[in-house]
């Protein structure tokens, strides 16, 4: 069954916000945004413009590798490198 347009952007916007959370890139964007110095508005809009750039390089990237790999594939690729990424991280501590 095809999800809808509603529940696609819900699934979405809360598995990227919930991977972001506490991630290097809200970390780098605190750094920034903790110099007195600078515009929260420029740090802000520059954050968003990179996160925007990823994500649109995620749906093409997503989208051209789907055409060679199914689906199910490319969900156990992510899974697995994942679960790779974590075990990494706890290991290099």
């Known amino acids: 069954m095809e999800k809808t347009f509603i529940a696609t952007l819900l699934t979405v916007a809360v598995s990227v916000f919930l991977a ?3 991630d290097k890139t809200q970390l780098a964007t605190m750094m920034f945004a903790s110099d007195a110095k600078v515009s929260l508005w420029a740090v802000f809009l520059g ?3 990179a996160l925007v750039a990823a994500a649109g390089i995620g749906v093409v990237a997503g989208a051209s590798l789907s055409k060679v790999i199914s689906p ?3 969900k ?3 899974g697995v490198g994942f679960i790779a990424i974590g075990v990494w991280t706890i290991w290099s501590r």
């Open 47 to 49: 954050s968003a413009l």
């Open 20 to 22: 972001e959370i506490g």
């Open 76 to 78: 156990l690729i992510a």
């Open 72 to 74: 199910e594939a490319l």
